[in-house]
Structures are given as structure tokens and as C-alpha cells.
């Protein structure tokens, strides 16, 4: 697992990163859209590799002093734990480097299991995002 500011990525990692971004969410969601937003400069990038090829990926980027938004998460191994591992390693390194109030997401409506199970609430009502239905999910950190 790699967790790099953006000026800490290497140009390779990060064409990887847009790669598997634009294989996830351009290609097999068949969405047209930016997706690089600008974003990625404030962002911290959490990422696992297999022999130089990104496998998992999110971003998170403060919202609000006391939020931190987590988003394009995706896994290209479905099916095998990746994505809950990447989700937790993902909490942690926010939690260590932001030392926010919450963690907040948008969720497509179908993967809102998935993080439910790491923790998260839905917090708004259902919303189109691209076309695809989406939630707003958050996790608050104890202590705060």
C-alpha cells in the first residue's frame, strides 16, 4: 500500500492512477466526464500495485476544516478483499494525516453495503451523479 501527497507521486504512478481511474469509471461505467478535476493537486493518493500496474486506488481532499471527502475508489480485482482492504488502509492514512471529524462520501447506491461495513451512514437522500444514483455516506471518529 502506497499513501502519497500529489507532489510525492512519480509520473509513472500517476499515469497509472489516471489509467485505472479512466478503465473504472470511463470505460467500464461507459461515463463521459473530467475526472481530472484539479482535485488530485490537494488530494492524498492511497493506492495498492502489482508489478507497476495500480490494482486499487482512492483519493481523499479536505472538504472543510472538519471533513475530509474520500472518493474514486476502485479495485480491479473484484471479488477478493481488495476493496475492503484499500477502504480501511484508506480511513487510517486520513486519519493520520488530516485528523478529521468524519470522513465524508458519495456512494453509488449499489456499492452502499460496502461501506457500510467499514463503518459509514448514509447522510443525504439519493442523488444522479453522472447518471448513477448515488448517497451521501459519512464516518464519524470517536473522540471528536
Do not use: W
Not at 16 to 38: H, M, S
Not at 50 to 72: H, W
Amino acid at each position: 500500500m502506497k499513501a502519497k501527497f500529489f507532489s510525492e507521486l512519480t509520473t509513472r504512478e500517476l499515469y497509472e492512477i489516471l489509467k485505472a481511474r479512466a478503465e473504472i469509471f470511463v470505460v467500464e461505467q461507459n461515463c463521459a466526464y473530467q475526472d481530472p478535476d484539479g482535485r488530485d493537486y490537494q488530494s492524498l493518493h492511497v493506492f495498492f500495485e502489482e508489478n507497476g500496474t495500480v490494482t486499487a486506488y482512492l483519493r481523499a481532499f479536505a472538504k472543510d476544516e472538519n471533513t475530509v471527502q474520500i472518493g474514486r475508489v476502485l479495485t480491479l480485482r473484484h471479488g477478493t478483499g481488495l476493496g475492503g482492504e484499500l477502504l480501511r488502509a484508506g480511513i487510517a492514512q486520513v486519519r493520520e494525516k488530516f485528523s478529521p471529524e468524519r470522513v465524508y462520501i458519495e456512494a453509488q447506491c449499489h456499492a452502499a453495503g460496502y461501506y457500510e461495513r467499514e463503518g459509514f451512514r448514509v447522510c443525504t437522500g439519493e442523488f444522479l451523479e453522472d447518471g448513477i444514483p448515488h448517497v451521501g455516506m459519512e464516518l464519524k471518529f470517536h473522540g471528536h
